[in-house]
């Protein structure tokens, strides 16, 4: 999925970034860009469950999200957030997320 994101840079960094693209080293802006934040993603240490499990904590995913995202089954999530000392919430968050979850069990169930 290509998205577009606009971003504000100090002038300085726009210069050098500009000068790089300039010397042929990237395409253009954009390519500089998307590689500098590739580079930066590919630099992070935190592991996808640690992620998952920080974005559970703050209610911004489900129980379920937070397993796609770590890459466990759904017993394995819960196991990752009692090993945390975490209580998992075993009800949706909101009546949005508990409509998909339905709809979502009603076609699995198919």
């Known amino acids: 999925m290509k ?3 606009y971003i504000s840079l100090p002038q300085v960094v726009r210069q050098r970034a ?8 990237y395409g253009n802006m954009s390519e500089f860009i998307r590689e500098a934040v590739r580079h930066f993603l590919e630099e992070q ?5 640690d992620l998952a499990v920080e974005l559970y904590k703050k209610e911004r995913v489900s129980l379920g999200k937070a397993a796609a995202i770590a890459g466990l089954s759904y017993d394995e999530m819960l196991d990752a957030l009692y ?3 975490i209580e998992p919430k075993m ?3 909101t009546a949005k997320q508990a409509s998909v979850e339905l709809k ?3 076609r699995l169930l198919k």
């Open 3 to 5: 998205s577009t994101t």
């Open 18 to 25: 500009e000068l790089l693209v300039d010397a042929g080293l």
């Open 45 to 49: 240490k935190i592991h996808p469950t």
């Open 83 to 85: 090993l945390r000392g």
């Open 91 to 93: 009800e949706p968050l």
């Open 104 to 106: 979502n069990a009603k």
